[in-house]
């Protein structure tokens, strides 16, 4: 049978290897190529060798430089390896290759910048000083010491750099700190990181320093960058520094293996030496603390010149204004909340909300601020301040704001102004407080309560009168008493719709009974017409239909109708009414008195008559 | 026997529910003495007494109202003032009086839309009665309808209107209820407290809030509640430092 993979198989290892083989492929083409060269020593002697290494970084591909020709100095290619460095999932390429410096003569030489392509791009190797002395004993080489009395001055720098060394008070200076240790002796920790000593200013917290590789006087240092702003206190010159470090770096020892290995060029006791092209992270090492610290900067420091504005807060920089409010129509008394930001480059702890140019007629809250930087110091960015206002009376406009600041660069002060923004304020003035009665005074021998405000207005008195009932905050929709109630009109619905019923079907019982009159009325009248009727029978059918027409028109019982009247109710002639009489007194004496006993059969005259008669009795 | 024992109940709530009544008016009358003469906080204790007795009456939170503005807590005075208004929607005294406290304490207050400004042409009862009455009127005319011969346009015109201000008092009440006024309505009580963008003291600052703001309270999370701000805004304020109109 055949089987589709499953979704899990799809993520084989196979695949993530591919993808994580892309991410490296991909990084490594995305970073930007760079090379490195490096001597294992820059002082030697005739005929002790030192290492040359050229360390391209950055690209998938490169191809080493053709034969070093340095007069004095025989420079072989002694191979090459390749690296793959991982960071924060961030993946570098490098490869390494490795030359056999020898001395063959005294002197200074300069190994020339060598030629790399790496990545479709040539870079060009720094150029290299290496010392070469005439006998061993005279090259300047660590060798000799031990590692308890290692230079921290050859195993680490510190040094502090400000942006410019004349300030104002209150004006942010940028600094730049930077700390680097030699490669050979990893750092492994940096303690509390750079501190900046001094008095008379302020500096801004130091954030995560900057790391890179820099290869400074022939040296291979870790290098870290940290970045802060410092901000004069007061005037005069100020001393600033020195930067003080106290990092722990491990220091390698010596291995007495290195004396077995072959082509062991940096035998003995030197701990920069011994195993020079291993991996630092892989040798024997200690663990040392070593305390660092930066020369002293003087910073000139002048004072803000005299009249300032009223409105300066103490701002120095220099920045931009601008605002905007919502709404913009509303009632008085309600909110409107104004939005104001000031954006540059300068001491933003010091950047109050601008204020307003007439504030009369308005009140204005507390502001709350935001402040977003731009930067990794803090010295310039964006900072926004929300101010609510409400209008005691009718506006047409909020007022414009000022904010001063004094420009380090012109050495003047700058008052920015947001111009008025038109807005609408609608209603009367603020509800008169002075109209409400005034409450009884209280007494002067009031015990120690909390004293009422002199500024606070009169209030109405208190209220006597707590009715028996209970009131409640539930809403009427939503309160028992309430549905109860709709029993009622769903109960008088109920009724009137049975009434309705009911009545529609009495009217309903009326109808038929009427039918069935008139069906009977209809039935009395088709017999009539036949010939073969006694008479006795004839004028009791035809009594019977006058009956019927007359309670059907009077809505009666038809046994209570008599001669008299269905003559009425038809309003009959008096010829009429005594031809209808007569019929009635016929119908009587053929039923009780038996006189038409014997006549079978009525003459057809008087059928005829009969007939018209009952046909004419219309209302 | 099952009718004495229904009797004996029912005479023995009515005297233990009128000696409860006259004690809270006793507690009333004792915190109106201790008003007149200034000693608010005892007044403040007395009212408290009478409303967590569950007698709940717009007097009382007036007057309970007046006794938090003389200790000068506007925030607690604007609050019993607003549930004297709630309760009572005509009530002059507590309107007045929460008029002078929101200039006061210069409270901020919330912004009606234009659907609850025109809805607050009358109260919740009036819109309830209203779509009460013509529900069933409607009803009535429907059955009228339904059950005679004659069907005039007129009754059908009629049903409609009814129906129509049935609708119109329904979605009255949704908009009053959900509004500014409505039940999520909360009065700032702390001084001064700021509503910030998330649950933490540190977060940013939305609004810096007055005493006697008010709020309207969308949701509660711990000790912190969510609500729509006076600036058309929102934020977090810790639950401690607002109270709820209604009870």
């Known amino acids: 049978m055949f089987q589709t993979p499953s979704r899990t198989a799809i993520f084989s290892p196979a695949i993530l290897a591919a993808v994580f083989a892309f991410l490296v492929a991909h990084d490594a083409i995305a970073a930007s190529a760079d090379v490195t060269a490096v001597l294992s020593n820059s002082n030697t002697a005739v005929g002790q060798p030192v290492q040359l290494q050229i360390k391209v970084t950055g690209s998938a591909s490169a191809r080493p430089p053709g034969a070093i020709a340095v007069d004095g100095l025989d420079i072989r290619f002694s191979g090459q390896s390749q690296l793959l460095e991982g960071r924060n999932f961030q993946f570098t390429y490098s490869y390494i290759y490795n030359y056999t410096v020898m001395p063959l003569k005294a002197g200074t030489f300069k190994i020339p910048p060598q030629t790399v392509e790496a990545g479709g791009s040539t870079l060009r190797t720094p150029e290299l000083t290496l010392q070469v002395a005439a006998d061993s004993s005279t090259a300047q080489s660590p060798r000799s010491k031990s590692s308890a009395s290692i230079d921290p001055s050859k195993i680490a720098f510190v040094e502090l750099t400000l942006s410019k060394t004349t300030a104002y008070v209150g004006e942010m200076i940028p600094a730049v700190v930077r700390v680097g240790f030699n490669v050979r002796t990893p750092v492994e920790s940096l303690g509390n990181g750079a501190e900046i000593t001094g008095q008379g200013f302020t500096a801004q917290k130091m954030r995560e320093p900057r790391q890179t590789i820099e290869t400074i006087g022939g040296r291979t240092y870790q290098v870290f960058t940290f970045k802060t702003a410092l901000s004069p206190a007061r005037s005069g010159k100020i001393e600033v520094g020195p930067v003080q470090v106290h990092a722990v770096v491990r220091i390698p020892r010596p291995n007495s293996r290195s004396q077995t290995m072959p082509r062991d060029l940096f035998d003995t006791n030197d701990p920069f030496m011994d195993n020079f092209f291993r991996d630092p992270l892989f040798m024997p090492s200690t663990p040392q603390e070593v305390k660092i610290k930066s020369e002293q900067v003087t910073l000139e420091v002048k004072s803000l010149p005299p009249g300032a504005p009223p409105d300066f807060g103490g701002a120095v920089g220099n920045f931009t204004l601008s605002n905007e409010v919502k709404p913009k129509t509303a009632q008085v008394g309600d909110p409107f909340t104004v939005t104001a930001t000031i954006t540059g480059r300068g001491n933003f702890d010091r950047v109050t909300a601008p204020a307003f140019e007439d504030e009369h007629g308005w009140h204005k809250y507390p502001p709350s601020a935001d402040f977003k930087q731009d930067d990794d110091i803090g010295i310039s960015g964006t900072k926004k301040f929300e101010i609510v206002l409400s209008a005691n009376e009718r506006k047409d406009q909020i007022p414009a704001q000022l904010f001063t600041y004094f420009d380090p660069a012109k050495e003047q002060y700058v008052t920015l102004r947001a111009e008025p923004i038109p807005v609408r304020v609608e209603g009367g003035s603020a509800p008169a407080a002075t109209t409400a009665p005034a409450a009884p005074q209280a007494p002067t021998t009031a015990p120690s309560q909390a004293p009422r405000q002199a500024s606070q207005q009169e209030i109405l008195h208190q209220l006597t009168e707590l009715p028996a009932e209970t009131q409640s905050f539930t809403p009427l929709f939503a309160r028992q008493s309430f549905w109860l109630a709709q029993l009622i009109p769903l109960i008088a619905l109920l009724g009137f719709v049975a009434w309705k019923i009911r009545v529609a079907h009495l009217n309903n019982r009326e109808l038929q009974r009427r039918e069935a009159l008139q069906h009977e009325a209809a039935a009395l009248q088709r017999s009539l017409r036949r010939e073969d009727v006694s008479p006795e029978e004839y004028f009791s059918k035809a009594s019977r239909a006058v009956q019927l027409k007359t309670a059907l028109v009077r809505n009666v019982d038809p046994a209570a109708v008599d001669a008299d009247i269905a003559a009425s109710t038809f309003g009959m002639d008096e010829a009429t009414r005594t031809r209808l009489r007569r019929l009635f007194e016929k119908s009587d004496e053929a039923r009780y008195s038996g006189v038409g006993n014997g006549i079978r059969l009525l003459p057809a005259e008087t059928r005829n008559e009969v007939l018209e008669l009952i046909d004419n009795l219309r209302s | ?247």
């Open chain 2, 1 to 247: 026997m099952i009718r004495v024992v229904h009797i004996c109940a029912m005479l023995v709530t009515v005297v233990v529910a009128g000696s409860a009544s006259a004690e809270e008016e006793n507690l009333f009358v004792s915190g109106n003495a201790a008003y007149s003469e200034a000693r608010f906080q005892i007044a403040v204790d007395r009212y408290e007494a009478v409303i967590h007795g569950g007698n709940w009456h717009a007097n009382v939170f007036y007057n309970l109202g007046n006794s938090y503005y003389r200790l000068g807590n506007f925030g607690k005075a604007i609050l019993n003032y607003e549930r004297a208004v709630a309760l009572d929607p005509h009530h002059p005294e507590a309107d007045a009086n929460l008029r002078l406290a929101r200039d006061e304490a210069r409270a901020l207050e919330l912004r009606k839309d234009w659907i609850e400004r025109y809805a607050s042409m009358a109260t919740v009862k009036q819109y309830s009665i209203a779509a009460a009455v013509a529900f069933w009127f409607s009803f009535f005319l429907i059955a009228h309808l339904l059950l005679s011969r004659r069907r005039s346009a007129g009754r059908i015109a009629l049903i409609a209107l009814s129906m129509m201000v049935c609708g119109v008092s329904i979605f009255a009440i949704f908009a009053l209820e959900n509004g500014t006024r409505g039940n999520a309505l909360a009065i700032v009580t702390a001084k001064e407290i700021e509503a910030r963008l998330a649950t933490a003291d540190n977060a940013k600052s939305v609004l810096l809030l007055p005493a006697g703001s008010e709020i309207k309270i969308l949701s509660e999370r711990g000790d912190w509640v969510y609500a729509a701000l006076p600036n058309d805004q929102r934020g977090w304020i810790p639950t401690s430092s607002a109270e709820r109109v209604r009870m």
